[in-house]
T-cell receptor, first 116, second 112 residues
Framework: GAVVSQHPSRVICKSGTSVKIECRSL??????MFWYRQFPKKSLMLMAT?????????EQGVEKDKFLINHASLTLSTLTVTSAHPEDSSFYIC????????????FGQGTRLTVV | QKEVEQNSGPLSVPEGAIASLNCTYS??????FFWYRQYSGKSPELIMS????GDKEDGRFTAQLNKASQYVSLLIRDSQPSDSATYLC????????????FGKGTRLSVIA
């Protein structure tokens, strides 16, 4: 399958600061990327869908000014958590579709964010 | 009715047995079906894709699809303790750039 690389894998930040998470498709062009968050022992929760060169589509209840998503190229999408608070601590995971893989989606390794 | 339903488990099977994981979906127009494995603290990993009715085998894994019954299953033969994980069923309803719809996952525990 395709390779999606997410960085950093872990980050600890102070409350009020911003954190940027990168998601790269290494061996295919990702026309669409998705961002999820997951709390311990809970299901994946879709946050937003991002198409290259377009504004992201956010799911209901997700603050777009707090979770800034940029998908400037076919291989890179970023999620910036702005003015992070302890309740934003979670596991953030990106997923990508595209290339010759049809409707298959491949996940990055995830980023564990801890806000202190 | 939830879009994709799975029994949350845990499903416990002895080592060497066949583990059977089941999933139902509500949208009849769904075309693509996937099984992901997620280890604790890790991200999901795609293990099987299936698009047409019948069985698809890959190593110890067999995916089964029955569109008339809106039912997808995953069989794991010769289960190993390393198969212990949460298995997520996912469905693609629309075009290629729509998000997959995930079930809540079934936790499998393979007992040595």
């Amino acid at each position: 399958g395709a390779v999606v690389s997410q960085h950093p894998s872990r980050v600890i930040c102070k409350s009020g600061t911003s954190v940027k998470i990168e998601c790269r498709s290494l061996d295919f062009q990702a026309t669409t990327m998705f961002w999820y968050r997951q709390f311990p022992k809970k299901s994946l929760m879709l946050m937003a869908t991002s198409n290259e060169g377009s504004k992201a589509t956010y799911e209901q209840g997700v603050e777009k000014d707090k979770f800034l998503i940029n998908h400037a190229s076919l291989t890179l999408s970023t999620l910036t958590v702005t003015s992070a608070h302890p309740e934003d601590s979670s596991f953030y995971i990106c997923s990508a579709k595209g290339g010759g893989y049809g409707t298959e989606a491949f996940f990055g390794q995830g980023t564990r964010l801890t806000v202190v | 009715q939830k879009e994709v339903e799975q029994n949350s488990g845990p499903l416990s099977v002895p080592e060497g047995a066949i583990a059977s994981l089941n999933c139902t979906y509500s949208d009849r127009v769904s075309q693509s079906f996937f099984w992901y494995r997620q280890y604790s603290g890790k991200s999901p990993e795609l293990i099987m894709s299936i698009y047409s009715n019948g069985d698809k085998e890959d190593g110890r894994f067999t995916a089964q699809l029955n569109k008339a019954s809106q039912y997808v299953s995953l069989l794991i033969r010769d289960s190993q303790p390393s198969d212990s994980a949460t298995y997520l069923c996912a469905v693609n309803r629309g075009s290629g750039n729509t998000p997959l719809v995930f079930g809540k996952g079934t936790r499998l525990s393979v007992i040595a």
